[in-house]
């Protein structure tokens, strides 16, 4: 058993309360871990040491280029712990170990991208429209930054939100999801160790009730950034109400992928197996609407049925497996019950749907594809987390773009065409934050990331996020030999 202390005002420590919940391994459905549920006395210690790091004390008279080295050595850490970071990950959330472990290497890049940026945050010297006076911008901290993140990629989201703001020269408490506690907290030794001030990057854990609400309104937090689910995401909106902090979210999604019969099958096909299986299906960018065009569409039934009756499910922690388990047992239930209401309205089952034979223990699922008519289906429309590929027909392009756009979500899309002209076309004409053409689930630090409509707003990732990390001032400077004219009457 891995009992975790939080790491707060750069100490480890318990919960006010002495309060701890269990986490469970998803592949045994066992307690593996326990960690502090943190709580609001908890929550309001890490913010008052995040606000006092941020004004008093070394982190607020270091230059940028020493926060960027403290974040090298950072990334550093991560990298040369890929291998344990990904292994909790893995045994706290049953996503693949070959993934959580690579993920873990490429989370360094993040630190690595913005430690880079650090020493780049400039503001501006204004071409004024008045005479005799000098007037510059300061790109200034925003002061102390809530980060909220859910259990699918705890390390990456962890990164995305905490890079940039202490880049920026932020301070950072980052709340981590009660259904994956561990990750974080493995990290927090690494963050331990890179030299951060006391009070800069604190890392909690704890339920949305009491402590996401009360990090989210508390009001010495001046920017939130969000991901999560919608219902929980109107919560945090309201918190902030009391604040005013700026927010991002990063929401759920229900993205389509688009295949032309001219498309390289196997390549379309091995982009739905990413979109849909890959994590189990529990990744914010699923693409769980495949839209094919007629000429094509029996041979890519046949071809994902093959490819998903040949999934090998396993212990996420062997490297041969490709599929690991859920990480609830409540998304398991409820993919079940989705299939189930889908196939009564007229989806037809091509494969899956079911518990795989031998997994008794842990929340086990074959990969499952639905034919559906039309997107009146349940599977169609709902956020599963789960891998269920709902796959539709269309004929033309038109009716491709406006079936993938008949939705609330905007988050990820992928298109599937040898034809260079279509392939921008629809790329321009599909509503959603990121496009992937002829691949798909690609990130990087350098490339935006985020959505539209109910997949939420604000961006997370690439250069025009450090606009979000800081606030701007404008310095107006008198530079005139004369004091100051008329008070009455406005310059
Ligand atoms: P969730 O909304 O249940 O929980 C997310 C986080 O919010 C958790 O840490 C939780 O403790 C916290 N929370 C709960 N109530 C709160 C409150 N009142 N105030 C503040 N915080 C509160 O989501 P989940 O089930 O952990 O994660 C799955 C969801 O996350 C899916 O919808 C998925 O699409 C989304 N997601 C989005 C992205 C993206 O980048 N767009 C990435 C990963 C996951």
């Known amino acids: 058993m891995n009992d975790y202390p939080m790491y707060i005002d750069g100490g480890f420590c318990e919960a006010s309360d002495g309060g701890r919940f269990d986490s469970v391994n998803p592949a045994t459905g066992l307690v593996w871990a326990t960690a502090p549920a943190a709580t609001e006395e908890d929550v309001d210690r890490a913010v008052r040491a995040a606000r006092r790091a941020l004004h008093e004390g070394e982190w607020a008279t270091m230059t940028p280029t020493q926060r960027g080295k403290v974040l090298f050595r950072l990334a550093d850490l991560v990298e040369e712990h890929a291998e344990i970071l990904g292994s909790v990950e893995t045994t706290d959330s049953g996503k693949l170990a070959v993934e959580t472990r690579g993920q873990s290497a490429y989370v360094a890049e993040y630190y690595r991208y913005y430690a880079g940026l650090a020493d780049k945050i400039q503001g501006a ?197 490709q599929m690991g388990p859920l990480a609830t047992r409540e998304q398991r239930d409820r993919a079940e019950a989705v299939i189930a209401e889908s196939i009564a309205q007229g989806a037809t089952l091509h494969t899956g749907g079911r518990r795989p034979d031998g997994f008794d223990a842990g929340w086990y699922f074959e990969p499952t594809l639905l034919a559906c008519p039309d997107q009146d289906i349940r599977s169609t429309r709902v956020e599963l987390f789960a891998p269920v590929m709902s796959a539709l027909k269309f004929e033309t392009e038109e009716e491709g773009i406006a079936l993938a756009n008949d939705t609330e979500f905007g988050l990820g899309s992928g298109v599937f065409t040898q034809n260079l002209a279509r392939a921008h076309r629809v790329a321009r004409a599909i509503h959603s934050g990121i496009v992937w053409i002829n691949t798909y689930r690609a990130i990087s630090p350098v490339s935006p990331f985020g959505g539209f409509g109910q997949s939420g707003y604000g961006r997370e990732a690439g250069l025009d996020v450090m606009h979000e990390y800081t606030r701007t001032k404008a310095v107006w400077v008198n530079t005139s030999q004369e004091p100051m004219a008329n008070p009455f009457v406005m310059r």
């Open 125 to 321: 010297t204004l071409p004024i429209d008045k005479p005799d006076m000098h007037v510059y911008t300061l790109a200034e901290p925003i002061g102390v930054v809530a980060g909220i993140v859910p259990w699918n990629a705890e390390m990456l989201l962890t990164a995305t939100k905490a890079a940039p703001a202490l880049a920026a020269g932020n301070t950072v408490v980052i709340k981590s999801s009660e259904e994956a506690p561990a990750p974080v907290l493995e990290f927090a030794r690494l963050v331990d160790q890179a030299g951060f001030p006391p009070g800069v990057f604190n890392l909690i854990t704890g339920f949305g009730e009491p402590c996401g609400r009360a990090l989210t309104s508390h009001p010495l937090v001046s920017r939130v950034s969000f991901t999560g689910g919608a219902d929980t995401a109107r919560h945090v909106v309201v918190n902030t109400a009391n604040n005013f902090a700026h927010l991002s979210l990063e929401l759920g999604g229900k993205s389509p992928i688009l295949i032309f019969d001219d498309a390289d099958l196997g390549g379309a096909v091995n982009g739905a197996v990413a979109g849909n299986f890959g994590a189990s299906g529990q990744s914010c960018v699923a693409g769980s609407r495949v839209f094919v065009q007629s000429g094509i569409y029996a041979d890519f039934i046949d071809e994902v049925v093959k490819r998903a009756e040949a999934v090998r499910i396993g212990d996420p922690l062997d490297a041969d497996t």
